[in-house]
C-alpha cells in the first residue's frame, strides 16, 4: 500500500519559473492538502480540497495554484517561483477533515 | 482563530526517564487534538488524537496525551524514554465545525540521550 507519494523529492528552480509538485494518494481519501515546513514556523496549509473538484485556500496560498480533477491526485503549481518558496511542501490526506493526515515524504524545494 | 503554543524548542531527556512535551490550544468550542512524530527527512507520522470522552488518550509507541480542557492543554507523555525516540514532534488543533482545517504548533524536539 503506497499511500500518500510525492514527486519530486528535490527540485532547483530559478527565480520566476513555474513548475508542479506532484501528489498521489491510493487510499481512496476524500480531504487532502498541501503544507510547507519552515525552520521554527511548524506547518502551515496552503491549499486544501474536501472532494474532486472542490478546493480552497489554507494561510498561506499567495503563489501556489491548484486544481482536483480525481479523488486520488492534488497537484501544488507554483505559478512564478520566488526565493521566499523555499521550503519543504507536504501533501496529506485523510477519509475526512476530521480524521488523522496521512502524510507524504515531502518535496523539498530550493528557489534561486 | 485556532492557535496551538508548544513553549519548547527541546526537550531534553535520559532513556528510561518520563518524558513530556507541552502543548497548549486556543479554539472555539471543542477541540480536535492530534500528535504527530517527524523523524528526520521523513513526512509526519500520527501518534494519537483526542475527538471526546476519556481525559487520558493512548497512542501508538507507548505514547499517550492528557486533555484538560480547564487549563486548555494537551501534554504529550511517555513512562520510559528511549533514545530512538528522538524526533520533532508537534500537537495540531480544530474545532469541530464542518470546514474547519488543522492548525499545527511549531514543533518541539526531543532528544534523548543513551
Known amino acids: 500500500n503506497a499511500g500518500v507519494t510525492q514527486t519530486p523529492k528535490f527540485q532547483v528552480l530559478k527565480t520566476g519559473q513555474s513548475m508542479t509538485l506532484q501528489c498521489a494518494q491510493d487510499?481512496?481519501?476524500?480531504?487532502m492538502s498541501w503544507y510547507r515546513q519552515d525552520p521554527g514556523m511548524g506547518l502551515r496549509l496552503i491549499h486544501y480540497?474536501?472532494?474532486?473538484?472542490?478546493?480552497d485556500q489554507g494561510e498561506v496560498p499567495n503563489g501556489y495554484n491548484v486544481s482536483r480533477s480525481t479523488t486520488e491526485d492534488f497537484p501544488l503549481r507554483l505559478l512564478s517561483a520566488a526565493p521566499s518558496q523555499t521550503s519543504v511542501y507536504f501533501c496529506?490526506?485523510?477519509?475526512?477533515?476530521?480524521?488523522?493526515?496521512?502524510f507524504g515524504e515531502g518535496s523539498r524545494l530550493t528557489v534561486l | 482563530a485556532q492557535s496551538v503554543a508548544q513553549p519548547e524548542d527541546q526537550v531534553n531527556v535520559a532513556e528510561g526517564n518520563p518524558l513530556t512535551v507541552k502543548c497548549t490550544y486556543s479554539v472555539s468550542g471543542n477541540p480536535y487534538l492530534f500528535w504527530y512524530v517527524q523523524y528526520p527527512n521523513r513526512g509526519l507520522q500520527f501518534l494519537l488524537k483526542?475527538?471526546?470522552?476519556?481525559?487520558l488518550v493512548k497512542g501508538s509507541y507507548g505514547f499517550e496525551a492528557e486533555f484538560n480542557k480547564s487549563q486548555t492543554s494537551f501534554h504529550l507523555k511517555k513512562p520510559s524514554a528511549l533514545v530512538s525516540d528522538s524526533a520533532l514532534y508537534f500537537c495540531a488543533v480544530r474545532d469541530h465545525s464542518g470546514y474547519s482545517t488543522l492548525t499545527f504548533g511549531k514543533g518541539t524536539m526531543l532528544l534523548v540521550s543513551p
Open positions: 487510499m481512496n481519501h476524500e480531504y
Open positions: 480540497s474536501v472532494g474532486a473538484g472542490i478546493t
Open positions: 496529506a490526506s485523510s477519509y475526512s477533515m476530521s480524521g488523522e493526515l496521512f
Open positions: 483526542y475527538i471526546t470522552g476519556d481525559n
